[in-house]
């Protein structure tokens, strides 16, 4: 591995590790270099089952730090890019089920617009659905019938193991009305998936108090990098009511700092534009100026701890948990701050109508739940209980 050190050194400092954990990739590396000689492996063989044996034999020797396989990925990512490693190809579909399940997936991506995570949560969805048919073993999907699908929803629901009850019939109706479409079944057999009792108006939105929302914000330490990137982002989420997906969407280019918009990427690749408040615009300026370590990557926020890369969604929301530790809150999800974002307009006098266009809602129903929690507007229409004075 020695032609690859100088090369995989570089690396290690463009993706922002400093020295001392450069120092023990570097180590490991010759560590590695020396098992595989022992061993007559090339580099170009380095296989999933070659990592774990060599990690294996690091944790039996007593090491410490460094001894799993997720240890090798700026390595083994290094060697892709050089060109030393090929990336693993993914079996073809070989059986008529599988073509098929992966025509649902181009579909799901191409057609529905959906993100990764998604396709597969619908994918595994379906791939449980035709293997309790027994489509594998001779069962024909042209002669699906009501009853086979009723069946199916009952005893899954019954005994969910992948995926909840709700999570399950959403899936399965979205992957027969793509049957439908392509001529597998004859009937829009998606109408026969039983509605999942649901009461969606039902509870009031559980919005944080202002005063909450200030303590969150104030528990950021600004004068720090990760202080200023957190500001940042608990601002986007409570004033503008971003989702946690959207704020780790954000790119550079997103932002039009001349005409003072934001271009936000919300669900299904839908973009859309916003104002963008003074507040908003200085905490996330401060961060990009003073916080935000230089990297390739074009996402708006980044992790502070290497290897630098864009913050996931679910790093957001763990940014919103640190920040209810440090103020003494109880762990909320970044989810509760868009609930916040929108009572917040709704007290300062904004229409429903209004928050539904800041929130991106598709439908007015899903932004009259915020009715619920206007008190002044609704006391009028309540009636006064009997015996009280009036």
Known sequence: MAPFASGFREELRRLGYKDDQLNKHMLVLGHLSGWMAERGTSPGELSTQVVEDFFAERRRLGHVWLITPLAAKPLLEFLRT?????????PAPSGSVDVLLERYREFLVHQRGLVPATVSHYGVAARVFVDALGADSGFELGSLSTADVSRFVIGACSNPVKQSAREMVSA?????????????TAGPLSQAVPAYASWRAGPLPRPLSPDQTARLLASCDRRSARGRRDYAVLVLLARLGLRAGEVAA???EDIDWRA????????????ERLPLPVDVGEAVADYLRH?????????????????????????????????CDRAGLPQVGAHRLRHSA???????GASLAEIGQVLRHRRVGTTAIYAKVDHAALSPLARHWPGTAS
């Open 82 to 90: 050089a060109g030393v490693l090929t990336e693993p190809v993914a």
């Open 172 to 184: 399965l109706r979205s992957f027969l009305r793509f049957l439908h479409v392509e001529g597998v």
């Open 250 to 252: 954000l790119a550079l």
């Open 260 to 271: 003072g918009e934001l271009v936000v990427t919300g669900k299904g690749r839908r973009t």
């Open 291 to 323: 916080g935000r370590p230089e990297a390739d990557s074009r996402a708006v926020f980044l992790r502070c701890i290497a290897p630098l890369a864009a913050l996931s969604p679910t790093g957001v929301t763990w940014v919103v948990y640190a920040s």
């Open 342 to 348: 929108a009572t917040d307009m709704l007290r300062a």
